[in-house]
Each structure stands twice: as structure tokens, then as C-alpha cells.
């Protein structure tokens, strides 16, 4: 019988918070555990704690109380407190795997997991240069991008494997980024299907629902649910609602992601606060009721290399979906998607959601089968038993060729 896992996992982030990346690794964790492995988390000093998983913050820095998500230069020191974290632990217990999560995680797990003499597992989630560039904290035209660049290319050589939530990702990898494909896997973004199904509320509470957020009787409500910045586009999706309203399309945008003020601002100055409603953060036990107030989805990521495992809840809620038309969103929702063209076109995305709302009977026969379609290629049961099987593969290879 093989024996349970000690897994150290690397997170460079406020573990947990109700975003995307942070889903992911809390869905692995909970797969994981019911396979009976043992996991524990080193994390920045904030962050949820969450029931039933081991979590080790750092020290809070003295200089700041709080900071944002994304690429910003404080990082460096929080990733040198979480460095410090990771080797007192590493000190005084013994693990069988470290799996480091984004590009930090897998630079810092690389000297953790060489003082244990154990394998390092990393888990990307699109190219890190390309995510600097997306949030406008890097110019691929300046001087430091090549110099990024390298380090980027040079912390991928670092892992035993690299798991990918896209098989986008594994082809970016091998193409671009000079990884052998034998150490590259993907491990596929997932969805709890038991948490997310469409009929969390019944009928009777999401009209009450509605109600009490304002919403008229007999508007139909596009939903959207992750967080609010300009690389998701959340800007696109604004403009997107103008458009709507010009045309006299009486839909409702519910929206909910943190953070609210600067995009608050924005729907005032493009004259639609009146059809827009942000919820702020929403806690993750409440985000299936969240979208079961929606009878449509949007999904305006404007990346084409990291994953975007919202749109998996909104299929697992039986929700059709608009997105983009990026290799990662195809790969979710295949034929069954509402693409809105290759490029981050507002007017498309308007198109896509008019297209959605003006075809009842269309949207229920896509929703029906976007759930099919997740049961069957996206469950987290699924994915855990993969991960533990890579976990085993790497630590027999370890086992076999310790240098």
C-alpha cells in the first residue's frame, strides 16, 4: 500500500483570498487530502485561514500593513520573508515533496526542496512575464524585459516537473521557454462538482435575491465573478455595458471581485451605474449562490497564456458563457462557447452577450451541456489522482538518479 504524502507547498500570496490562483491551489489541497496526504502551507502574513488545512504565514513587513495582488516590487521582500518561513520549517520537519505554486513559489521551493534532498514540483499558471506585461508593471519594449525574461527561463530549468493549468501553458513551455516535455504536465484547472451545481437556490430565492439588489422583475442578469483589474478586463466588460445600454438592452451586469472603487468610477463616467451592480469580494461559500442570481456569464480575461478557471464554475452552474477567444478558454468549453473574437474588442463582447440574451432556448441547451462537459473532462477527484501519480513518478525518478 503506498504510504501518505508530506507535501510542503510554496504559496507567494495572501492564501487565502477569493481569486482564481488561490481556487486552484485550495481545490488541489482538498482533493488531496481525501486521498490522505498530509499537506502544509507557507503564505504571506495575510490571508483567510481556512478549516482543516495547515497554514504558516510569515511575519507581517513593518513598513506596510497591506498591499495589492499582482506584480509589484514589495513582492521581493515578501518573497524573502516567506524564503526565511520556508527554512525554519524545512528545519525542523521533514517532507517528501515540494510544490511550489507561480514562478516565485517554484524559486524559493527550489532551495527548500535541495535542503531536504527531495523533488520540486512547480505549478504554472501561464508565463510570469507575460502576466507582468498584462498588468502593466512591465514594458516589453524597456531594457528589464529580456533581463525578466531570462530569469523566467532560468527558474523553469529548476523543477523536477512543471505542472500547467492549460495545455497552453505546457506548449508555451517547451516552445518558448526551452522545457523538455518530459518535465512538463498538465494538470488541467478543475471544478468541485458538488459545490457549484444550478440548483443551489430555488426558483423563489434568486427572484428574492434579485429583488433585494435592485434588479427588475423580468431583466435577465449576465454574471461575473473573479478579481477586478484591467488584465481581466474589466474595463472591456464596462465599455461592453455602454454599448449594451445604447442599443436599449435592458440586462443587468452583477458583478463580484475586489477590488470595487477605481472600476466603481469608471461604470459612473461611461453612464452606466445604473445597470451595473458590484458586490465586492464574495466569500467562497457564497459564490455558487452568487451566480445562480446570473442566466448568463462573461468571462473577459485578456491573457492568452495564463488559465481562467472562473469559466469552469460557470459551467458546473450551467451557465453560457462569453469569453474571449484565447487557447485556454477553447479549452474549457470547446464548441460550446460564445467567443467574442481574437482580440479584446469591446463591441465583440457586447455582440457575444446580445446573442446570449436574445436566445433563451439557446442558452439552456448550451448551459445542460457545458456541466456535461465539465463532469467529464474538469473534475478535482479526477485531478487529484493525477497529482498524487505525478507526486510518485518524480520521487521514484528522485529515488533512482538522486543527483
Known sequence: MNKSLRILMVVPGSFFNDYGAHVRIEEEIRALQKLNHEITVITYYLGRDLPGIEIIRTRPTPWRADYEVGSSLHRIAFDAFLCWTGLKTVLRRRFDIVHGHLHDGAFIGYFLSRLQRIPLVADFQGSMTSEMVDQKFLNPDGPLYRWVRLFEMRIDQLPDIILTSTNQTAILLEQYFNCASYRVQPLPDSVNMEFFHPDVLTTDEIAAQRAALGIPDGHPVVVYLGLLSDHQGIPHLLQAVRILKERGVEARFLIGGFP????????????????????????REETPAHLALGDIAVSPKLSKTEGNGKILEYMAMELPTVAFDAPQNREYMGSLGAYAGHTADPVALADGIAGFLQDPQRRAELGRKLRERAARHFSWDRAGRHLVAVYRSVLRSKTRNPN
Request: avoid cysteine; charged fraction near 30%.
Open 260 to 283: 470595487v472603487p477605481r472600476y466603481r468610477q469608471m461604470a459612473a463616467d461611461l453612464g452606466v451605474s445604473d445597470r451595473v451592480i458590484f458586490r465586492g469580494k464574495i466569500p
